[in-house]
């Protein structure tokens, strides 16, 4: 009975790879940003974007070297992400890169959520996508807060601060890429009765964490699976 479990597992298995097609989010829980660590190197990098810093590339943070003109393929940010700006302030980790990158932001006028949309990617492929934002210059700005939706899936909300002048956070998620190889963000904003809603992103990179099988592999596979329920199966009606 055992062997006849393992058999049905290894077969599901090999259906499930075939037909994994799913664009949804898992996140994580939001985490302060608090120095050079914080930036994934998990899998290989795909591509980065550090909007508004032409001058980003300069600045590695991790082994990881942010593009100010995003090398992620068609990256496009929706049409209320309309601004941008440099002075965003520090928040203050021991990494000089890391103090600067984050300084900067693209952001929206607009009240309502905002998206990003990127390319590029291979279908069945696993990714991680990794989010920041900061706003650290006072206790009325870094009130916002933004929720990220990947799919059907919304983050915990990310706060722009801490405090009066404290960091802002980062949060990773990871998906499965579907059939069109793309992804969105829809990054949704919320203020106080002091500030309006404010969508951001400071740094923004994705990472390919795990491929499907080549064919060759799942064909090896498929294969050792039918002898063994073949054998099974014989061995059974010989009792």
Not at 139 to 156: F, H, K, L, P, Q
Not at 214 to 237: I, T, V, Y
Request: charge should be negative; hydrophobic fraction near 40%; glycine fraction near 14%.
């Amino acid at each position: 009975m055992k062997r006849i479990i393992l058999s049905v597992t290894v077969l599901g298995l090999l259906a499930t790879v075939a037909t994994a097609q799913n664009a949804n989010i898992t996140w994580q829980t939001p985490a302060f940003i608090s120095g050079a660590s914080d930036v994934s190197t998990l899998g290989t990098y795909l591509g980065s974007w550090a909007p508004q810093d032409g001058g980003a590339n300069t600045l590695p943070v991790n082994g990881v070297t942010f593009q100010g003109f995003s090398d992620l393929s068609g990256l496009t940010p929706g049409a209320t992400f309309d601004n941008g700006y440099s002075g965003f302030a520090s928040p203050g980790t021991a990494d000089a890169n890391y103090n600067a990158l984050l300084q900067y932001a693209r952001f929206s006028n607009e009240t309502g959520p905002a998206t990003i949309t990127w390319g590029g990617m291979t279908a069945g492929d696993t990714y991680l996508v990794q989010f920041w934002v900061n706003d650290a210059r006072n206790s009325t700005v870094n009130g916002r807060t933004e929720t990220i939706t990947g799919g059907a899936d919304t983050s915990a909300a990310l706060a722009y601060g801490a405090g009066d002048t404290g960091a802002g956070q980062y949060i990773i998620g990871t998906f499965i890429a579907d059939s069109s190889g793309t992804e969105a963000l829809t990054l949704t904003p919320t203020g106080t009765i002091n500030i309006n809603p404010s969508a951001q992103v400071n740094l923004l990179q994705v990472r390919e964490i795990a491929s499907v099988p080549e064919p060759a592999s799942l064909a090896l596979l498929a294969g050792g699976a039918g002898a063994m329920a073949f054998g099974l199966r014989r061995k059974l009606q010989g009792k």
